[in-house]
């Protein structure tokens, strides 16, 4: 590939923030600079961020990542190609033998890189928090056969969500954080007991907060509570304007926005439009780009993008720095992934924008279109 030199009005990564160029060659960074770039640049941009890390997405274009046998690159490239170039695909509720089969199936595209990682949301969830999930499909959690899936990917699984209040809960937090795999709280009805009692255990995630828990009581704080006060805890957040309120957007970053990541929870549906899907095993209609289920009416997942996130967020005055910490930094240190910073060295993978407008995307040293094609 030939070097390409870009300008930008603002870099804008977790250390800095101020007028610079990059240089890269082939898919990597290899110099970086301000004031007068060695050359007249290929392309000036606006304002360009690292890219955007999304560790709870399960799928978009029709592709459910959950379903065996299915093609997931269509959906893997959409989250790409819409500034998202780092996934965790999130596997829900499904049998343990069609789980362990699409565990066995993704874990192809985690070692070639296409994929962060896999996050199985289910099937150990509390029935009365389920959302979205098939009842008849939750279980009680076995070690056993909770490792049983963790192994299936040979280091693929990277992240669980498990209810803590289940009987086995808290054995099966001690096995997978021991085997490496983040232990995540959601779906539940615990209470704040029993909540401290996972982290103790090794749990320093929680799913998607509010959203398929017990509410903020004055008198029990439940998982909301104890995620906003404790420290040990990241803290997702899906802010697409439907599953949680801006209030409620402003009280987690005054309590907890150094531990706060946006997470997109797409769905099949996203980059479709309205229409009848299935999403858990449960059947969901979208409608007003708003998944709910069919028989229950509770929103099912999101049709929405990390990019859509952040243009809420800049529309309301969020600076760029709070994006990137939100986008790229927090996301990456839950996993322990080693992400793109805009470093010499780093992986050519960079976002650019105009005001709240996602302009460009950069993958590998790669525009990815049609987002990140420069006209």
């Known amino acids: 590939m030939p070097e390409l030199l870009l300008r930008a009005a603002r870099l804008v990564d977790a250390d800095s923030d101020g007028a610079g160029w990059l240089q890269v060659s082939g898919?990597?960074?290899?110099?970086?600079?301000?004031?007068?770039?060695?050359?007249?640049?290929?392309?000036?941009?606006?304002?360009?961020?690292p890219p955007f890390v999304d560790i709870h997405t399960h799928g978009a274009c029709g592709v459910d990542f959950g379903t065996v046998g299915v093609d997931p690159e269509p959906a893997i490239a959409h989250h790409h190609r819409n500034g998202s170039t780092t996934i965790e695909a999130t596997i829900a509720t499904g049998t343990p033998a069609s789980m362990r089969e699409r565990i066995r199936e993704l874990s192809g595209y985690v070692r070639s890189g296409e994929l962060a990682g896999i996050h199985l949301e289910g099937p150990w969830l509390a029935p009365a928090r389920k959302g979205a999930h098939d009842p008849s499909l939750l279980r009680t959690p076995d070690p056993a056969e909770v490792m049983d899936l963790v192994e299936a990917g040979d280091g693929a699984v990277r992240m669980i969500t498990i209810a803590p209040e289940l009987p086995g809960a808290i054995d099966a937090i001690r096995a997978m954080v021991a085997a490496g795999v983040v232990a995540a709280l959601g779906h539940t009805a615990a209470d704040a007991d029993t909540v401290r009692a996972a982290l103790d255990a090794g749990a320093t995630n929680v799913t998607h907060l509010f959203n398929g828990m017990e509410p903020l009581h004055h008198r029990e704080v439940s998982l909301p509570g104890v995620a906003l006060i404790d420290r040990r805890l990241w803290v997702e957040l899906i802010v697409d304007g439907q599953h949680v309120c801006d209030d409620a957007v402003d009280l987690v970053v005054r309590a907890a926005a150094d531990r706060l990541l946006l997470v997109s929870d797409a769905m099949a549906a996203t980059g479709l439009g309205d229409g009848d899907y299935v999403l858990a095993g449960s059947r969901v209609h979208v409608g007003g780009g708003v998944a709910r289920l069919v028989e229950g009416d509770s929103l099912a997942g999101s049709t929405s993008l990390i990019r859509d996130s952040v243009a809420r967020l800049l529309g309301r005055g969020?600076?760029?720095?709070?994006?990137?910490?939100?986008?790229?930094?927090?996301?990456a240190a839950v996993l322990g992934?080693?992400?793109p910073r805009l470093r010499p060295g780093d992986r050519a993978d960079l976002v650019a924008l105009t005001g709240t407008r996602l302009t460009h995307v950069l993958r590998r040293g790669s525009w990815l279109a049609p987002n990140g094609s420069p006209s």
Request: aromatic fraction near 4%; avoid cysteine; charged fraction near 25%.
């Open 27 to 49: 898919t990597r960074i290899t110099a970086r600079g301000t004031g007068v770039p060695p050359r007249e640049p290929d392309l000036d941009l606006d304002v360009v961020l």
């Open 318 to 331: 969020t600076g760029y720095d709070a994006v990137v910490r939100w986008t790229s930094t927090n996301p």
């Open 337 to 339: 992934l080693d992400v």
